[in-house]
């Protein structure tokens, strides 16, 4: 008898085992859910939160930041440091001065959206409006070469300053002959970047 009430006993810690189980395990995949609901919240509130951050940085930011960052993306050279001379009364390419127009047009061809200002001075010798002719060849002579290198006429502005921008106000051969030069500083226009929107 007592190995009946044994077996019967035992049978009713199983059942009862197996119910708690039962009645636990809905409650175990509900906080599951809950867990994997709260992480996907968490989630979908940080996405929210950085869209806000990236909206709020767009409207801080101007069309001319806006500008100056497409313009830094695709600048591929600077001109700025190429100087080209001229001899004594002279509007003419020394080989030397072709090397650095050489430069200008690798540099333009290489960045289709660059302009140039072409400036050219002479030195301080002369009158003035023989060294505002002079310059005026010196610039032309340069945008000439360009042109025959396969630079767009359009993208190219010449300048003939005189003798109004010395770089060198001594009144010595080495001031003059430093003065007598083509300078160059890019640009970029709206027509760069396409029709204004």
């Given at each position: 008898?007592?190995?009946?009430?044994?077996?019967?006993?035992?049978?009713?810690?199983f059942a009862l085992g197996l119910f708690?189980?039962?009645?636990?395990?809905?409650?175990?995949?509900?906080?599951?859910?809950?867990?994997?609901?709260?992480?996907?919240?968490?989630?979908?509130?940080?996405?929210?939160?950085?869209?806000?951050?990236?909206?709020?940085?767009?409207?801080?930011?101007?069309?001319?930041?806006?500008?100056?960052?497409?313009?830094?993306?695709?600048?591929?050279?600077?001109?700025?440091?190429?100087?080209?001379?001229?001899?004594?009364?002279?509007?003419?390419?020394?080989?030397?001065?072709?090397?650095?127009?050489?430069?200008?047009?690798?540099?333009?061809?290489?960045?289709?959206?660059?302009?140039?200002?072409?400036?050219?001075?002479?030195?301080?010798?002369?009158?003035?409006?023989?060294?505002?002719?002079?310059?005026?060849?010196?610039?032309?002579?340069?945008?000439?070469?360009?042109?025959?290198?396969?630079?767009?006429?359009?993208?190219?502005?010449p300048m003939y300053l005189g003798a109004t921008e010395p770089l060198d106000e001594?009144?010595?051969?080495?001031?003059?002959?430093?003065?007598?030069?083509?300078?160059?500083?890019?640009?970029?226009?709206?027509?760069?970047?396409?029709?204004?929107?």
């Open positions: 008898m007592k190995h009946f009430e044994s077996r019967t006993y035992t049978s009713t810690l708690a189980l039962t009645i636990n395990l809905p409650a175990c995949a509900t906080n599951m859910q809950m867990a994997a609901k709260t992480e996907e919240q968490a989630a979908d509130d940080a996405a929210i939160q950085v869209d806000a951050m990236i909206k709020e940085a767009e409207a801080e930011t101007t069309e001319e930041e806006i500008k100056d960052y497409t313009v830094a993306d695709v600048q591929s050279f600077d001109p700025q440091g190429i100087v080209v001379h001229f001899e004594f009364e002279k509007a003419t390419l020394s080989p030397m001065t072709v090397a650095s127009l050489d430069k200008i047009v690798k540099g333009m061809k290489k960045d289709p959206l660059s302009n140039i200002t072409i400036k050219a001075h002479s030195d301080k010798q002369g009158e003035e409006r023989f060294n505002e002719k002079l310059s005026a060849r010196r610039a032309k002579v340069i945008k000439d070469y360009l042109i025959s290198h396969g630079i767009d006429e359009d993208r190219l502005d001594a009144p010595t051969v080495a001031a003059y002959k430093k003065n007598r030069r083509g300078e160059f500083n890019i640009n970029y226009g709206p027509s760069s970047f396409g029709p204004a929107k």
